[in-house]
């Protein structure tokens, strides 16, 4: 069974960094690209950054709102994927979702909360 | 705002047919037939119901349905059945090798 599971949220002050991981098990994860999604409250999903699988190099695409602050990348050995948000604004509160795929997605986590507040 | 144009809400009766439009540009939508269709109920885990334009994923109900026609894409839900009710996001890769995303329909039961 393909489980995703996403830690390492919590509560952090505007400016500071936090790294997000999301565990895969269940299938071979370094065969598959891997994404982030947000929902911030009241609001709908939002695509946040993807990474390629080995064969295509593991190179990374990010949205204009994160470029810059937040860094994707992944562990194959350890079947994880993270997420290295830096310079962290009030606007980047929302839930944080990792899903399989590159452009369409069979499989999500159940969402990891960030909440960005002094 | 959002780079896909999605109704804000849309309700129907059980049994009748919905459709949810799904409007982007030539440099998205209309660009190739990357368009995938998710449900999202609160709290939950999205789930794809359409992918590729119009390819169900197994285990998804063929009252879900996918189409396109230029730079707009559809979803239409048949049958309406109240466990339907949630939000529902389209999405299409863009020539910029990003992702894009339609701000959510809600969908409602009546």
């Known amino acids: 069974e393909v489980q995703l599971v996403e830690s390492g949220g919590g509560l952090v002050k505007p400016g500071q960094s936090l790294r997000l991981s999301c565990t895969a098990s269940g299938f071979s994860f370094g065969d598959y690209a891997m994404s982030w999604f947000r929902q911030a409250p009241g609001k709908g999903l939002e695509w946040v950054s993807f990474?390629?699988?080995?064969?295509?190099?593991?190179?990374?695409e990010y949205a204009a709102s994160v470029k810059g602050r937040f860094t994707i990348s992944r562990d194959d050995s350890k079947s994880v994927a993270y997420l290295q948000m830096n310079s962290l604004k009030a606007e980047d509160t929302a839930v944080y979702y990792c899903?399989?795929?590159?452009?369409?997605?069979?499989?999500w986590g159940q969402g990891n909360l960030v909440t960005v507040s002094s | 705002q959002s780079a896909l144009t999605q109704p804000a809400s849309v309700s129907g009766s059980p049994g009748q047919s919905i459709t949810i439009s799904c409007t982007g540009t030539?440099?998205?939508?209309?660009?190739?037939?990357?368009v995938s269709w998710y449900q999202h109920h609160p709290g939950k885990a999205p789930k794809v119901m359409i992918y590729e334009g119009s390819k169900r994923p197994s285990g998804v109900s063929n009252r879900f349905s996918g189409s396109k026609s230029g730079n707009t894409a559809s979803l239409t839900i048949s049958g309406l059945q109240a466990e339907d009710e949630a939000d529902y996001y389209c999405?299409?890769?863009?020539?910029?090798?990003?992702?894009?995303f339609g701000g959510g329909t809600k969908v409602t039961v009546l």
């Open positions: 030539s440099s998205d939508v209309g660009s190739h037939n990357l």
């Open positions: 990474i390629r699988h080995r064969t295509y190099g593991g190179t990374t």
């Open positions: 999405s299409s890769y863009a020539v910029s090798s990003t992702l894009v």
């Open positions: 899903a399989r795929g590159s452009y369409q997605f069979d499989y």
